[in-house]
């Protein structure tokens, strides 16, 4: 019941701060970048660059406000093996569901392929 519970408020809390999941673009790469950055993440501009050239419809966004607060990368290897990666959240959206949004999407187009 309690799990219920969590996931209702994560639900409710994306609709009222209105955060927008989409995909990612190239344009997205400098606030991935200022995300990752914040973590010390290693990841290079290039780095985002092949993962979005090489799963355009596999990457996504989680937006507020305008403003990019998480993202997460897919990618499948050898057409049988997928990957998701580059999961992260701006510390101030944590907590509310973004990140599990985020990955819920990428399993979902996983799956999908």
């Known amino acids: 019941m309690a799990a219920r519970g969590a ?5 409710n809390y ?3 701060t209105a955060v927008r999941l ?8 400098p606030d991935a ?5 914040a973590e010390g993440w290693n990841q290079t501009p290039g780095d985002w660059q092949r993962l979005l050239a090489a799963s355009p419809q596999g990457c996504f966004a989680a937006e507020h406000g305008g403003r990019l607060v998480g993202t997460a990368t897919t990618i499948v290897y050898s057409g049988r093996v997928g990957w998701v990666g580059m999961v992260v959240v701006e510390p101030g959206h ?3 569901g973004i ?7 990428a399993v979902a187009h996983l799956d999908s392929l």
């Open 7 to 11: 996931a209702e408020a994560r639900s």
């Open 14 to 16: 994306l609709a009222s």
């Open 22 to 29: 989409r995909n990612m673009g190239m344009r997205d790469i």
């Open 33 to 37: 970048m200022r995300l990752k950055d």
């Open 94 to 96: 944590r907590g509310h």
């Open 99 to 105: 990140g599990t949004a985020l990955l819920e999407r």
